[in-house]
């Protein structure tokens, strides 16, 4: 059974930083593309950062470039998200995703205040 257990956000002042974290089990960890989406109220769900699962390369939406960093480790089966410089647009639930499947975490909600 997959399970992809977010944890890590919470409520930060602008500028402020956050690292969320996805905890994973039930599938070969090692043999996937990883993704961080975020949903902010009223809109769609988007792609924030992406990582390779054979060579650790990334890639962000322009919005986050600079500011925020994926990072994967394999033997522990976890997925981060360290988020720099937040901004009330950073505000969104966060999940975390196996790339090209229909598995999801339940969500981390991160709530920047101005």
């Known amino acids: 059974q997959v399970q992809l257990v977010e944890s890590g956000g919470g409520l930060v002042q602008a500028e402020g930083s956050l690292r969320l974290s996805c905890v994973t089990s039930?599938?070969?960890?090692?043999?996937?593309?990883m993704n961080w989406y975020r949903q902010a109220p009223g809109k769609e769900r988007e792609l924030v950062a992406s990582?390779?699962?054979?060579?650790?390369?990334?890639s962000y939406i322009d919005s986050v470039k600079g500011r925020f960093t994926i990072s994967r480790d394999n033997a522990e089966r976890t997925l981060d998200l360290q988020m720099n410089n937040l901004t009330p647009e950073d505000t969104a639930n966060y999940y975390c995703?196996?790339?090209?499947?229909?598995?999801w975490g339940q969500g981390t909600q991160v709530t920047v205040s101005s």
């Open positions: 995703n196996i790339e090209g499947t229909g598995h």
């Open positions: 990582i390779n699962h054979h060579d650790d390369i990334t």
């Open positions: 039930g599938f070969s960890f090692e043999a996937y593309v």
